[in-house]
């Protein structure tokens, strides 16, 4: 079987904890011992930083003070391995950022767009402008009867 990845490892771990009672606690050792039999290689020889890194996310109770790794799964490891895991979690990150991506590759192509139309929106601004100075002179002109003269 194909190595295991990090989190396929941390969501191995979380089902096996999900699936026992909630009220013991787990020897890591045995952890080890029963996940290996179960995907038929060592894959979980880094166990004890394996559950270091669930306890601190606060997945799962850790105790070390007798010098061994006993863990027991809490609420929330048990709700986040129901909802997905990891693997799920890192599926919709990738989702997102493929998301994102696109966006951005939209958000590119609307700037050029934009900065292609910048020349003809500056004419047209500045023709506008000189239009509108013309106006305002030749209505001043007008009133003070200096040109077009009209009697």
């Given at each position: 079987m194909d190595e295991l990845t990090n989190f396929e490892k941390l969501d191995a771990i979380l089902?096996?904890?999900d699936g026992?009672?909630?009220s013991v606690e787990y020897d890591a050792e045995e952890i080890r011992n029963d996940l290996d039999k179960q995907y038929k290689a060592q894959h979980f020889p880094e166990i004890g930083d394996l559950l270091i890194f669930l306890d601190k996310e606060g997945m799962i109770f850790l105790d070390t003070?007798?010098?061994k790794f006993m863990s027991r799964i809490i609420t929330p490891g048990s709700l986040f391995i129901n909802a997905g895991g990891y693997v799920t979690q890192e599926i919709k990150r990738g989702e997102l950022e493929k998301l994102n991506k696109e966006k951005l590759m939209v958000d590119i192509s609307n700037a050029e767009k934009v900065?292609?139309?910048y020349g003809a929106?500056?004419?047209v601004a500045w023709l506008s402008l000189i239009v509108s100075v013309a106006a305002i002179i030749l209505r001043v002109l007008e009133s003070n009867h200096i040109w077009p003269f009209r009697k």
């Amino acid at each position: 079987m194909d190595e295991l990845t990090n989190f396929e490892k941390l969501d191995a771990i979380l089902k096996y904890l999900d699936g026992r009672p909630k009220s013991v606690e787990y020897d890591a050792e045995e952890i080890r011992n029963d996940l290996d039999k179960q995907y038929k290689a060592q894959h979980f020889p880094e166990i004890g930083d394996l559950l270091i890194f669930l306890d601190k996310e606060g997945m799962i109770f850790l105790d070390t003070s007798s010098g061994k790794f006993m863990s027991r799964i809490i609420t929330p490891g048990s709700l986040f391995i129901n909802a997905g895991g990891y693997v799920t979690q890192e599926i919709k990150r990738g989702e997102l950022e493929k998301l994102n991506k696109e966006k951005l590759m939209v958000d590119i192509s609307n700037a050029e767009k934009v900065y292609k139309s910048y020349g003809a929106t500056r004419v047209v601004a500045w023709l506008s402008l000189i239009v509108s100075v013309a106006a305002i002179i030749l209505r001043v002109l007008e009133s003070n009867h200096i040109w077009p003269f009209r009697k």
